[in-house]
């Protein structure tokens, strides 16, 4: 059978020859000989008067700048090979010499860092306000206030050294136990071992029994490698805790806040709307149940189709779809994504082998974005498809700033990608051709909302506790269990019969190190999406100029400016989140209508 989108995706743009790139290998030893003396001119900047040196300013900027993206468009291409095989060993050497260099870029960032805290305010007034570097003037006065929270430069030097086969080798230990893990499948009197993403596909199978059966042997492979997760995720958080008690750190959500440029109390509305609207979200929860059968679901219920016999779409036909609907919106994106897919950006195969999940990870010197996910053909499929389009579209439209102001933060970018979705997943709605389909749509989209309002939830609940909890000495496998139930418990307003208690060693988001507490901003990401997106249906086709504007500031003020200037809503306040977790729950008075 002929297709018209290759499932696989071409990296050779990027950097030809894969894990066998030469090119990729220069990169990478230029990098090595350029980071060390890029540190050098930026140490030997004349800071003592109240004059500064524009022309050397300009040039090292300039400069890090280049070696930012340079080093960006290598850890990219790396973390690509990673995904696709799970066992490329010239991917894994690749990775720990990027993350020798990603401590070398760091440390270059603590010698700017120390600069900038060393000028007077006359001094650093007139280098923001010099033509070259105002428009990356937000990023700098970012870097100058967090240099004054932390360690004399030596020892944040010495820190980012050590965090490569310290801090970053952790995070490497689980993905490495991850890779070497088979799960026992039975079917048909045939023993087939599955690869940990092969089987989270299989725990949204339509066939309950299947889920079951499935479960069990995913439970019993997380427990079996558990005496190993504990050590790895107690020494991840004993290393963020002791270095957050040197800065003088008392707050662990410190961190996490910053990185997404957020107050705690946007973070406590955006929380407190959720639970108020837990209770009604439960009601859908309940419905399912009943539908399926049951008097509660269990952990594996929740993302589950209602029918076995669900619709199946092919690859080309969710290309087509997706394309088509973004074009209502707008035209550029539609281009866009017509564009990914003909010039083969994706890797959706099904195969073993590669990692569980999906990303987008985009090239800021190609001006390119790669996909990864596994397609199978369910609607869920579809839409995570959509979703990460969406990230994709929000680094094109940031290609030609500069490259300092291109890094915005997780709850954001979480922001482009479920705009993407609800494009799609509103448009499989009304395109039902049955009652029976919509119910099903209408139930993949509260799938969504459930993770966003219960499953991120428990999540934060279960490492905010964590993190207390660690700061009196390293927990027990059983205590972890105990903690990630509570959780998931209160997470999901007691909704479910049966819950997870492992997944605090199967959620890899509990593991990495670039992005600490890897939870809240997915919630931040939808509620503040369902907001645009309240806005793109009250206006129109106009709205798509204005939503490529706020996309382009996302990395250059915090998110209370971003919504301030370009929705005119006060994040700290509950109003917003509230008229957002309204909007999203009016799908359970539809569902709720529709399944009497």
Not at 2 to 26: C, H, M, N, V
Request: charged fraction near 25%; include cysteine.
């Amino acid at each position: 059978m002929t297709t018209k989108y290759a499932q696989t995706w071409d990296l050779d743009p990027i950097f030809r020859g894969e894990s066998e790139s030469t090119t990729l290998k220069e990169t990478l030893v230029n990098l090595e000989k350029q980071l060390p003396l890029l540190k050098k001119q930026i140490l030997a900047l004349d800071t003592t008067t109240d004059v500064p040196p524009l022309k050397d300013w300009n040039r090292v900027l300039e400069q890090l700048q280049q070696l930012d993206i340079q080093l960006f468009e290598a850890n990219s291409f790396i973390y690509c090979l990673e995904a696709q095989n799970m066992n490329d060993e010239k991917a894994k050497a690749l990775r720990n010499h990027a993350n020798q260099l990603s401590a070398s870029f760091q440390s270059v960032i603590t010698a700017l860092e120390s600069q900038v805290t060393k000028v007077s305010n006359k001094y650093w007034e007139q280098l923001l306000a010099d033509p070259q570097i105002k428009p990356i003037s937000f990023y700098l006065i970012e870097k100058r206030q967090q240099a004054f929270e932390k360690l004399s430069p030596s020892q944040e030097e010495l820190v980012s050294d050590l965090s490569v086969d310290g801090y970053h080798a952790w995070e490497q230990m689980y993905y490495a136990i991850v890779s070497g893990m088979k799960i026992p499948y039975d079917e048909n009197g045939k023993t087939t071992y599955l690869s940990v993403g092969q089987a989270a596909n299989k725990l949204v199978n339509p066939n309950r029994s299947v889920r079951q059966k499935v479960f069990a042997k995913w439970e019993e492979a997380w427990e079996s490698q558990a005496h190993l997760f504990v050590e790895t995720i107690n020494h991840l958080a004993g290393y963020r805790l002791q270095l957050y008690k040197h800065r003088k750190w008392d707050h662990i959500l410190k961190e996490p806040l910053a990185y997404n440029r957020m107050q705690e109390k946007t973070l406590d509305a955006m929380w407190n709307a959720v639970e108020s609207g837990k209770g009604h979200l439960s009601q859908y929860l309940k419905r399912k149940a009943k539908l399926l059968g049951l008097n509660q679901l269990s952990w594996y219920d929740v993302s589950a189709p209602l029918s076995e016999n669900a619709k199946q779409i092919t690859y080309d036909e969710a290309a087509d779809f997706i394309v088509k609907q973004f074009g209502l919106f707008s035209t550029d994106l539609a281009e866009f994504a017509q564009h990914a897919f003909e010039q083969r950006w994706i890797e959706a195969e099904n195969r073993s082998g590669k990692n569980p999940g999906g990303f987008c990870t985009s090239f800021p010197i190609s001006k390119e974005s790669r996909i990864f996910m596994t397609y199978s053909g369910t609607t869920q499929n579809l839409f995570t498809l959509a979703h990460e389009l969406g990230h994709a579209y929000h680094s094109y439209v940031m290609k030609d700033l500069p490259p300092l102001v291109q890094n915005y933060a997780m709850n954001v970018a979480e922001t482009a990608s479920t705009f993407a979705e609800l494009i799609v997943i509103d448009a499989s709605i009304k395109q039902a051709k049955t009652k029976e389909e919509k119910i099903a749509l209408l139930d993949d989209k509260l799938q969504a909302t459930t993770a966003y309002f219960m499953d991120i939830h428990s999540r934060f609940l279960f490492e905010k506790r964590f993190y207390e909890q660690r700061k009196q000495g390293s927990l027990g496998i059983s205590q972890l269990c105990e903690l990630m139930e509570g959780a998931q418990k209160e997470g999901f307003a007691h909704s479910l019969s049966q819950y997870h208690p492992y997944f605090w060693a199967s959620k890899l988001h509990f593991y990495g190190t670039d992005v600490p507490f890897y939870n809240f901003p997915y919630t931040f990401g939808y509620l503040f999406s369902m907001g645009i997106y309240a806005r793109a249906l009250e206006e129109g086709a106009s709205f798509a100029s204005k939503y490529v504007e706020l996309l382009c500031d996302t990395g250059r003020m915090t998110v209370e400016d971003l919504a301030a200037r370009h929705l005119g809503v006060d994040l700290t306040q509950p109003d917003f989140w509230q008229s957002a977790v309204r909007l999203s729950l009016a799908d359970v008075d539809e569902f709720l209508r529709l399944t009497e």
